[in-house]
Each structure stands twice: as structure tokens, then as C-alpha cells.
């Protein structure tokens, strides 16, 4: 075996750990975990601390899913797929179990489109536009998120991507579907959050610029 794949493995593991999330709120002045779902994610950070903070930690949440596979296919090269798409499975474990954490973190969403883009960009794109047709057309990111993480291991099996990758895509996705369990519960009884696009007051701070 060569000798730097634990090392790879456990550093896209430490990236994707870290809480960008968390770090934003205390930029801001919040804890996001006692607030809103309490998740560390983009969605909770948009809107307790506005979109700048939510735009930031989406890019840096996708940031470290590409470190990721980027960091396997570097220092092992591309003839190991097996350990390409570990190291993107374990960026995304990172995120949703952070060492940082206690082993908590958020859902997994923004960092597996991340992993997906150094996996397989083109299916990353689909993924997405799935993503985001479901949410213009919902107004919910929790279902948008579910749908696409259903689609997505199908469309590998369809594409015949090769077999690491189609396996690792798929175990992210179950659990990034079973963390939006109570996110289904109430899509079910009708209570889920949509997202809307008007301005609202003023919750909180982020790097000294009042949000709104």
C-alpha cells in the first residue's frame, strides 16, 4: 500500500472538519448552533447572520469538499481511483462529523457538490441544475437537497462512472439524506421553511457590517 494514503485520507478528513460555519457566527457574534435549525451550514448561516456570511461559507464548505479528491489525485496521482474517492468521502464525513465539533456538523450538502467538482465536474453541474430547479420551483432547500442526493447515484450508475467513484456518491448521499430526516417530517406535515427573497429585519452582525 503506499505509505501516504492514511496520510491524504486523514487530512481530507481534517478539511473537511473544519467549521466555517461556526467560525462565521463567532465573526459575527452568534453562535449558529443555538440559533435558527441550530445546523452549521449555508442556510442557517444566511439567515442568522444575512447572505454575505451564507454566500462566504457556501464557497468555503465547497472549497474543502474539492480539497478533498484534489488532495488524493495530487499526491497519489490518478491511477488510484479507490483512494481519490476516499479522500472525497472522508472531506464530506469531515463536515457532517467534525472532529472540531465533537463530531457533530452540518448536512453535508455544500461540501459534496465540492467533492463532486473534484470527483466528477459534469455530474456536479446536473447535480446541481437538479438542485436548484427543485428549489426555484419549492422555495425549500431541504427537499432541493434530498431530490438531488436521490438523483445523483442513479446518474452515475446511468453514466457508468467508474466504480469508486459511483460508491462513494452514493454513501454520501445516504447520509447526507438521512441527516435531513426531520427536515422530511415536516416537509410531510407541512411546516418545512421556505426560503424567501424579501428583505427582513436585521438579526445580527458579520465582520462589523450590520445584515439584513
Known amino acids: 500500500m503506499n505509505p501516504l494514503i492514511p496520510l491524504v485520507l486523514i487530512g481530507s478528513y481534517l478539511l473537511g472538519s473544519i467549521p466555517f460555519g461556526v467560525l462565521a457566527g463567532k465573526i459575527g457574534g452568534v453562535d449558529v448552533r443555538s440559533v435558527g435549525s441550530g445546523n452549521v451550514g449555508t442556510t442557517n448561516v444566511w439567515r442568522a447572520l444575512g447572505p454575505v456570511a451564507g454566500l462566504t461559507v457556501f464557497a468555503l464548505d465547497v ?11 495530487f499526491v497519489l496521482g490518478k491511477e488510484h481511483p479507490w483512494g481519490i474517492a476516499l479522500c472525497a468521502l472522508l472531506a464530506v464525513l469531515g463536515h457532517i462529523f467534525s472532529v472540531f465539533l465533537k463530531f457533530k456538523g452540518g ?34 432547500v431541504s427537499l432541493a437537497s434530498i431530490l438531488a442526493c436521490i438523483f445523483l447515484p442513479l446518474f452515475a450508475l446511468y453514466y457508468h462512472l467508474q466504480l469508486p467513484y459511483i460508491l462513494v456518491i452514493t454513501v454520501f448521499c445516504i447520509v447526507a439524506i438521512l441527516k435531513h430526516i426531520p427536515n422530511m417530517k415536516r416537509i410531510a406535515a407541512g411546516t418545512e421553511s421556505r426560503v424567501t427573497f424579501g428583505r427582513k429585519k436585521p438579526e445580527s452582525t458579520f465582520g462589523g457590517e450590520e445584515k439584513s
Open 63 to 73: 472549497l474543502k469538499g474539492v480539497a478533498g479528491p484534489m488532495l488524493g489525485f
Open 107 to 140: 448536512k453535508g450538502i455544500a461540501t459534496g457538490l465540492g467533492a463532486m467538482l473534484g470527483l466528477w465536474p459534469f455530474g456536479a453541474i446536473v447535480g446541481f441544475g437538479v438542485w436548484l430547479i427543485i428549489f426555484l420551483l419549492s422555495r425549500m
